[in-house]
């Protein structure tokens, strides 16, 4: 049976092809060329074989964006072992439950994010060991102590391009987070579908990804995609703040940079940073988490004369499946599927709709996941066969471009039409008052359903008819019926660790 390990064609290749020498990784402290990556690599491997742990066993990553990531990520593929990247942002309670459900050896973690698990570390049965990045041991393993006692030379585990690589957690907006096994070939086939074929990512090109590299999407962004060609990668270990992300740009010049929406909207919008240019490079941008709204992405070109392409990805699927191209941009949709994925748009009874109604979106996908780990009704619903659900609702237009409609969990009716929360949350943010808006279903004295919206305002646009003027807004801009008609305005909208609003904490008598 013919062996394939994502370590040999996502590092060693670059090493073989002469790149050995070329610059991987910058951090901002440390420095990694391919070559030094791949030495690290093999001592990571090594390091985990000393420990004791076994191919197919886990090990957890709770770390920060620093050169510390790809050497224990890859280390760990190379000797077979799946690596477990955690969301930062998470709390003790949670991490407690995705070490256990894991049943992680071995934890990975950044110096500064220690004391958040120092009360559960003790309480897993099946973690044995904590390595921590950084200076500060907190009376653990040092991960740089650890890989300087080790060999830099490794034989790569035979693994196959069918088997679990890593697990990469889903959050949801509701409930605990699932495990989705990802398996050796799906890195690759992100990298020859999008970032080949939507992106047309070079050796030449320098990324720079706001998000992290425990999300899929920055996994992909800063990791996969430069490594399929061996581009260099500048990480960032900080929050994303705009005046962060515009100092990043000017001093390394990134070709590529990756955001999501709200960065975007508050990089154009942040006052202290209102003179400042992009970078001399940029070619393209991307954007995905959530919609791009249109008035961003326009507003984006007009300043910096750069597209965004915006593009709809996922966990369960990797990486980017729907998607504008620097070629074929209309911003306010998702574009068109990318090469090599397939999708379609289902009625509740599971038929293909017709142009211009509302479906769910499901996906065929080369770098799906194979299921979530130990939740087979929850993997059945969602990884059906050849195709992916992605509880998602879409509507396609006649030239098959795909516009979002929300999340198939937060559309409701009214007087029996669907609303989409999303679209009326668009709405909003047109209003020059508006920076932010979540919108609910509320029940009026009547009992029927009508939307409910919540909104942050932008500085300084208290105004009298405030209310008046954004029903007005919705009206003309989206129908009568679908105005908001009650309005709260609030300093923050709730939302999940992936920066996604959680509408059902929003809805009528919900308790959280
Ligand atoms: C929503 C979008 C509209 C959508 C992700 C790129 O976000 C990623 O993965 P998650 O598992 O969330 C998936 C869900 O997020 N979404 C993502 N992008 C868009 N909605 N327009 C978009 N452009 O509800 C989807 O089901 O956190 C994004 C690459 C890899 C990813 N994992």
Redesign the pocket.
């Known amino acids: 049976m013919s062996t394939y390990n994502a370590v040999t064609w996502l590092l060693d290749r670059n090493v073989d092809e002469g790149r050995g020498g070329k610059l991987a990784y910058t951090d901002t402290v440390s420095e990694l060329t391919y070559g030094e990556l791949q030495r690290q690599s093999c001592r990571a491997a090594n390091l985990l074989r000393r420990l004791g742990v076994r191919r197919e066993e886990r090990v957890a990553m709770i770390m920060l964006d620093t050169v510390d990531f790809p050497i224990v990520f890859l280390g760990a593929i190379r000797a077979g072992i799946i690596p477990v990247p955690l969301n930062t942002l998470l709390t003790a309670d949670q991490y407690g439950y995705v070490l256990a459900d894991s049943r992680a050896r071995v934890l990975f973690i950044s110096e500064a994010l220690y004391p958040v698990v120092k009360d559960v570390v003790g309480q897993l049965p099946d973690l044995e060991c904590v390595v921590v990045s950084g200076r500060n041991s907190h009376g653990h393993k040092l991960l740089s102590e650890e890989l300087a006692k080790e060999s830099d030379s490794f034989a790569t585990v035979k693994t196959h391009a069918e088997e679990p690589a890593f697990w990469l957690y ?2 949801g907006s509701t409930g605990m987070p699932k495990g989705v096994r990802h398996l050796h070939s799906n890195l690759q086939a992100t990298a020859d579908t999008y970032a080949s074929q939507v992106l047309g990512i070079q050796e030449s090109d320098i990324c720079l990804s706001a998000a992290k590299l425990f ?3 920055g996994l ?1 962004n800063a990791l996969t995609f430069p490594m399929s060609v061996g581009a260099t990668t500048v990480l960032n270990s900080e929050r994303p703040t705009p005046a962060l992300m515009f100092s990043l740009l000017n001093k390394y010049n990134p070709t590529i940079f990756y955001g999501a929406p709200t960065l975007f909207a508050a990089m154009l919008n942040d006052e202290t940073t209102k003179n400042e240019r992009a970078g001399a490079r940029l070619r393209i941008c991307t ?6 709204p249109e008035s961003v992405g326009l507003a984006w070109k007009a300043r910096f004369g750069v597209d965004i392409l ?7 699927l ?3 499946f729907l998607s504008n191209s620097p070629d074929d941009i209309k911003y306010g949709t ?1 574009g068109r599927p990318v090469p090599g994925y397939k999708v379609r748009l289902v009625s509740d009874s599971g038929d293909d709709v017709p142009d211009g109604e509302v479906g769910e979106l499901l996906v065929e996908a080369p770098s799906a996941g194979e299921g979530y780990w130990n939740q087979r009704s929850k993997s059945r619903h969602t990884f059906q066969g050849y195709w992916t659900r ?3 609702k879409y509507v396609r237009d006649a030239d098959g471009r795909y516009t ?1 409609c929300g ?1 198939a969990d937060d559309m409701f009716k009214v007087s029996g039409i669907w609303v989409s929360p999303f679209e009326v949350e668009s709405a909003l943010i047109t209003h020059p008052a508006v920076l932010e808006a979540a919108v609910v279903p509320e029940a009026d004295p009547e009992g029927l359903l009508k939307p409910k919206a919540f909104v942050v305002l932008r500085a300084g646009s208290e105004a009298d008819n405030l209310y008046d003027s954004l029903k007005e807004h919705v009206k003309q801009k989206i129908g009568p019926w679908k105005y908001p008609r009650w309005i709260d305005v609030v300093e923050a909208l709730p939302k999940t660790a ?1 920066g ?1 609003i959680q509408r059902y904490k929003l809805r009528e008598g919900a308790s959280n």
Not at 310 to 316: A, K, P, Q, R
């Open positions: 889903s959050s999300f899929a999407y992909g954007s995905a988490g959530e919609a791009l915006d593009g709809i990805g996922s966990t369960e990797l990486h980017i998702s992605t509880g998602d979002f999340r992936t996604k």
